[in-house]
Structure formats: C-alpha cells, structure tokens
C-alpha cells in the first residue's frame, strides 16, 4: 500500500505529496498535463501505478501524437488496453483523437460577397464556425469518451499533448452541447435551406446529413453526463507538471487559468527536473555551471510557491538516468509521495 502521510495540523498547510490523488477514491478522471518535455509521461506512468495499489482496476491512456508510454514501460501499446507487464489490474494505450481545427468547416471556396445564397450560406458558415466543433472532432472525442466508459475502469488516468492540445479536448464536452443546440437553431430557422447547406460541411446527401445528426443527438446525454463529470472536483483533477523555467512556469499559469474557466479542479503541481548537486565540506556547490543552474531553478521554484500557496506542490529531482521500464517508474512514483529530492 501506498505511503500513508498525517493530515497537517495548519489546515491552510498543504503536505508535498501527490497523496490526496491516491487517496481520493471517488476520482474517475485524472489529467496529467503541462508543457512539452517536462516529464508528463514519467509523471503520469508512476501515478498509474500508485493508483494501481489501491484501485480494482485502472487505465492509463495517452492521447500525446508523440505517444511515450511505450518507452517509459518499455513495452508496447496499441490503440487497445494492454495490460502493463507485472500488473493484473493496469492496462494502457495509446490513441490519437485527431483534432480538427473548426475554421475548417467553412468552405473558402465560397463567394466574398455578402449578398444572395452565398452571402447567406457564407454567414451561416461562419457562425457555425465559431460555435460549433468540427465534424470529426465531435465524432472522435465521443468515440474516443464512449470506448474509454464502456470498458468500465475504476480510474482512467490522462497522460496529455502539449496544452493547447489538451485544453481543446477538455473543452469538447462544452463545444459539443453548445454545436448541437447552434445546430438545432439553424435547421430550425432555414428548414431546407440548411440541407442545401450540408455539402459545405462536408456531408455530401440528406440522408448522411440526417445519420450524423443522429448519431450526434444520440451522443449527447453522453456527452453531457462527461461534461457534468469533468465539471466534479469528486470525479475529475488535474495535476499540473512543471519544470522551474520562466516558459514552463508561464504555460502553466496559463493552463491553470483556462482549467479555472472550464470549470476543471486543480489543485497540484509537480515541480520535475530539479537539480540538487553536490556540495563540499564548506557547504559550496562544486560545479560551477551547476551552482548557476540551481540558483536559476531557485528563483523560479521560489515562484512557484508564491503563486501556488493553496496547491500540494511536489518536487521531483533531475536523475542521472532515464525513468524507463516498469522498475524505474516504480522508483520515480515514491518522489510523488513526497520523498526526499536531496
């Protein structure tokens, strides 16, 4: 079992330690998420199996085109639950929710004036456009949402892209319901009108038009029960990985806040890549260009608390070998319970 740490007696403390993640059984959606290369994947493989410890059966999914959890394993994962080597009750995959940019549904094609059929089809477009999620974005994020839900674990952990990428999934769930009613709106008010419309959206009949929109009216009370979930601090956080660097620190205020507008729970950050370098009998670091790295990561974790007071923030080291394989995650996750980063 996992570490057990005593409640702070400060109520206003918050211990070091990814521990109220663990701990918290009512979570069913965790989100390991932050800027390129400092260490999500390492981060959320090692939750995966903390998690694993205390729960009847977990999943970790990365949803990063630049899939990692393969390596970090040191085994291979497909777009369907693999069991991790050693573990009866953790499996993983790797999928790739190709997300399309909405602007795209606009046919630029379309005539610039802003008069007849085409002006009006244009403005149709266009507000559509700003309103309602692709197509096969829509279609991906309920399929990839569905599938997880069906094979019905207890936890399903995240292990994100970059955060732009992952803002835009959160965001589907929202985009999605808003899509369907901005729909219902338009075909309502323009009757035929909009299935004359349909080829501009990329559906090329009536009848493909009428499939979609029933699938997608299918989907919806799915869709709203994982907008509502995502929205339930009981069900779903998010844990934030940094590194102590001005860019790294920037991208995560800014998830933070965007996580804050959608409604998502945050509350932890795991502070990665620390160095901790060696000191001689008179207390002075021996590497010169260590000693400056180390007093660049200072100012910024210093930051970090700052900014943080109210979070759990975790510190991990900067190790002198890659985290690969199921032992070495092993031994990384213990830094996700607070241990010692000296």
Not at 68 to 85: E, G, L, M, R, W
Not at 276 to 293: D, H, L, Q, V, Y
Request: charged residues 25%; hydrophobic residues 35%; contains cysteine.
């Amino acid at each position: 079992m996992a570490t057990k740490f005593p409640e702070p007696e400060d109520t206003d403390e918050y211990p070091p330690t990814l521990q109220n993640v663990v701990e918290q059984n009512s979570l069913k959606w965790i989100f390991v998420g932050g800027k390129g290369g400092v260490g999500k994947t390492t981060c959320s493989c090692s939750l995966a199996l903390l998690l694993a410890r205390v729960r009847p059966s977990v999943l970790l999914i990365s949803t990063d085109p630049a899939h990692n959890i393969s390596d970090a394993f040191d085994q291979k994962f497909t777009k369907y639950p693999t069991k991790v080597k050693g573990y009866d009750n953790l499996s993983a995959m790797e999928i790739d929710p190709e997300l399309v940019d909405p602007d795209k549904i606009v046919n630029e094609d379309l005539d610039d004036s802003d008069s007849g059929i085409k002006g009006l089809a244009k403005e149709i477009l266009e507000e559509l456009a700003g309103s309602v999620p692709g197509i096969d974005e829509a279609k991906s994020f309920v399929e990839v949402i569905s599938l997880v839900k069906e094979m019905d674990f207890s936890v399903v952990i995240f292990d994100t892209a970059p955060t732009g990428h992952t803002l835009r999934f959160l965001s589907m769930p929202n985009l999605f319901i808003k899509g369907m009613e901005k729909l219902k709106k338009v075909k309502g008010q323009f009757g035929s009108l909009f299935t004359q419309l349909l080829p501009m959206l990329g559906i090329n009949s009536k009848e493909e038009g009428s499939s979609l929109m029933g699938q997608l009216q299918h989907s919806a009370p799915t869709v709203k029960q994982i907008n509502d979930e995502f929205q339930d601090p009981d069900k779903t956080t998010f844990v934030c990985i940094c590194i102590p660097e001005f860019l790294s620190l920037y991208e995560t205020e800014r998830l933070v806040q965007e996580l804050a507008k959608l409604n998502i729970d945050v509350h932890n950050i795991v502070v990665n890549q620390l160095l901790r370098p060696e000191k001689n009998s008179e207390g002075t670091i021996k590497c010169t260009m260590c000693a400056a790295r180390h007093k660049i990561q200072s100012k910024y974790l210093d930051q970090i608390y700052d900014l943080y007071d109210d979070f759990h923030i975790v510190e991990c080291p900067l190790l002198q070998e890659e985290v690969r394989g199921v032992e070495k995650v092993k031994q990384f996750s213990q830094y996700l319970l607070g241990g010692s980063t000296n």
